[in-house]
């Protein structure tokens, strides 16, 4: 069975991008969101958070000599082992193996981690550009992609929706979508003058405590353009004001 990735794999995927290749797999009777493949992981890591939720309770010993080595040279140490079946599936074409997760409890934006043990056990073929992995099955090559990106309505509106529905919710999803899509808020201009009853942020500061005041961080050229250019868009859709202080209070904060 021959596995490969054409351009018709880059559908609904937008590019340039640099994300990680995040799947969902099932994990002991239960769909496990968030898991990141790495082909440069020898080991299966399941999270601690994330066992918890499966109530197993099923978790072994490790050796005490095993230890994890991370990026910076730090060792960890996991708090046991266990061996769960993990399924792969896009149905009909789905593959079932047996994986040994080490626990660790340490916290992580992703509840488990996919290494080449794994990967080489289901025998996939991962593709980070196309975000996609693929495997052989008994029914012909099975692929997972967690979510799928499709255009609503003009080229910049794009909307996430999971790979996995079967083909007649995503259908009727979409359909859904396409025509409600003028009721989606694509900037900041198509929600002007939202009314404090609806949504309001409020800074939840205790009044007895004094403001501190920072001290003045500077910016690459490339954050210090991307922070002008989010000031701008919300201060010409009217959202904030220009307000002189005698002071310099704090610095702006950058999030991807």
Same mark, same amino acid.
């Given at each position: 069975m021959v596995i490969g990735f054409s351009d018709a794999d880059y559908l609904s995927i937008l590019h340039p991008h640099t994300d990680a290749l995040v799947i969902t797999l099932t994990v002991a009777n239960h769909n496990v969101h968030l898991i990141l493949v790495d082909n440069g *992981? =020898? &080991? %299966? $890591? =399941? !999270? +601690? *958070? &994330?066992? @918890? @939720?499966?109530? =197993?309770?099923q978790e072994k010993n490790c050796p005490n000599? =095993? !230890?994890l080595m991370g990026f910076t040279g730090e060792q960890v140490q996991p708090v046991g082992s266990i061996e769960l079946p993990v399924t792969a599936r896009s149905y009909p074409r789905q593959a079932t193996i047996m994986v040994r997760f080490l626990l660790v409890d340490r916290p992580s934006v992703h509840n488990a981690i996919i290494g080449r043990k794994a990967l080489n056990e289901l025998r996939a073929i991962t593709s980070t550009p196309h975000l996609k992995v693929k495997f052989p099955t008994d029914h012909g090559v099975g692929e997972i992609r967690d979510l799928d990106e499709f255009l609503v309505n003009e080229p910049d509106r794009? $909307? @996430? $929706?999971g790979s996995q529905l079967d083909p007649i919710t995503k259908k009727e999803l979409k359909s859904f979508l396409h025509s409600n899509c003028d009721l989606f808020a +694509? *900037?900041? %201009?198509d929600m002007p003058e939202i009314a404090p009853s609806v949504m309001v942020h409020k800074l939840n500061a205790n009044p007895k405590f004094k403001p501190v005041q920072q001290k /003045? /961080?500077?910016y690459s050229p490339e954050n210090s353009r991307a922070a002008t250019e989010e000031v701008e868009k919300l201060h010409e859709a009217g959202f904030i004001k220009e307000i002189q202080y005698t002071t310099w209070l704090a610095n702006v904060v950058l999030v991807k």
């Amino acid at each position: 069975m021959v596995i490969g990735f054409s351009d018709a794999d880059y559908l609904s995927i937008l590019h340039p991008h640099t994300d990680a290749l995040v799947i969902t797999l099932t994990v002991a009777n239960h769909n496990v969101h968030l898991i990141l493949v790495d082909n440069g *992981s =020898l &080991a %299966d $890591i =399941l !999270y +601690w *958070s &994330a066992f @918890k @939720k499966l109530n =197993l309770g099923q978790e072994k010993n490790c050796p005490n000599q =095993l !230890y994890l080595m991370g990026f910076t040279g730090e060792q960890v140490q996991p708090v046991g082992s266990i061996e769960l079946p993990v399924t792969a599936r896009s149905y009909p074409r789905q593959a079932t193996i047996m994986v040994r997760f080490l626990l660790v409890d340490r916290p992580s934006v992703h509840n488990a981690i996919i290494g080449r043990k794994a990967l080489n056990e289901l025998r996939a073929i991962t593709s980070t550009p196309h975000l996609k992995v693929k495997f052989p099955t008994d029914h012909g090559v099975g692929e997972i992609r967690d979510l799928d990106e499709f255009l609503v309505n003009e080229p910049d509106r794009v $909307i @996430k $929706i999971g790979s996995q529905l079967d083909p007649i919710t995503k259908k009727e999803l979409k359909s859904f979508l396409h025509s409600n899509c003028d009721l989606f808020a +694509w *900037s900041h %201009d198509d929600m002007p003058e939202i009314a404090p009853s609806v949504m309001v942020h409020k800074l939840n500061a205790n009044p007895k405590f004094k403001p501190v005041q920072q001290k /003045r /961080r500077g910016y690459s050229p490339e954050n210090s353009r991307a922070a002008t250019e989010e000031v701008e868009k919300l201060h010409e859709a009217g959202f904030i004001k220009e307000i002189q202080y005698t002071t310099w209070l704090a610095n702006v904060v950058l999030v991807k």
